[in-house]
Antibody
Framework: QIQLVQSGPELKKPGESLKISCKAS????????MQWVKQAPGKGLQYMGW????????TYADDFKERFVFSLETSASTAYLQINNLKNEDTATYFC?????WGQGVMVTVSS | DVVLTQTPVSLSVTLGDQASISCRSS???????????LEWYLQKPGQSPQLLIY???NRFSGVPDRFIGSGSGTDFTLKISRVEPEDLGVYYC?????????FGAGTKLELK
């Protein structure tokens, strides 16, 4: 069946970087774009942007143009979200989504 | 960016009641191809969002027919007839017409 399986929870300090993975299975990876969504604790969903899985071209929403990088490893049907220079406000659950399917989310905690 | 305004913020219902959620857009969501890319998601506690409705009024596979989406242009509504326990959670509208895509702030459906 179609699945998006994300990597495990992360605990980081401000200023550090991290890379979250999202592995797709059960469908052709390049058939659908991959989107990323942020959900801060107790808050709503915030659209971060998407990456074209055929060309690798990312598109970022305004709030995510500076420290956020979407990338792919197409041979492994995996998408990545990298966040550089982490800030306390990056504490959130990050979801990947392709077509109508969603990963389970990755909880990221940024704390000194 | 397109702003989606959802009302009410929360909705208390008795099981078997009808519930209605409004989503108003700051711009028309009709795309140049004639389609309107307005979707509705339900996020149950501790879970990833799940797609209910796409293109305003089309129920996704497996979604019960008590979920009815309607609207056009800038005004959209999700009606749930005969609310059941598994319908409780937070509902989000989402637009994929204008880049960057955006979510509404959410409506929490809970028991009275």
């Amino acid at each position: 069946q179609i699945q998006l399986v994300q990597s495990g929870p992360e605990l980081k300090k401000p200023g550090e970087s991290l890379k979250i993975s999202c592995k797709a299975s059960g469908y052709t990876f390049t058939d659908y774009a991959m989107q990323w969504v942020k959900q801060a604790p107790g808050k709503g969903l915030q659209y971060m942007g998407w990456i074209n899985t055929q060309t690798g071209k990312p598109t970022y929403a305004d709030d995510f143009k500076e420290r956020f990088v979407f990338s792919l490893e197409t041979s492994a049907s995996t998408a990545y979200l990298q966040i550089n220079n982490l800030k306390n406000e990056d504490t959130a659950t990050y979801f990947c989504s392709s077509y109508v399917y969603w990963g389970q989310g990755v909880m990221v905690t940024v704390s000194s | 960016d397109v702003v989606l305004t959802q009302t009410p913020v929360s909705l208390s219902v008795t099981l078997g009641d009808q519930a209605s959620i409004s989503c108003r857009s700051s711009q028309s969501l009709e795309y140049s191809d004639g389609y309107t890319y307005l979707e509705w998601y339900l996020q149950k506690p501790g879970q990833s969002p799940q797609l209910l409705i796409y293109e305003v009024s089309n129920r996704f596979s497996g979604v019960p027919d008590r979920f009815i989406g309607s609207g056009s242009g800038t005004d959209f509504t999700l009606k749930i007839s005969r609310v059941e326990p598994e319908d409780l959670g937070v509902y989000y509208c989402f637009q994929a017409t204008h880049d960057p895509y955006t979510f509404g702030a959410g409506t929490k459906l809970e028991l009275k």
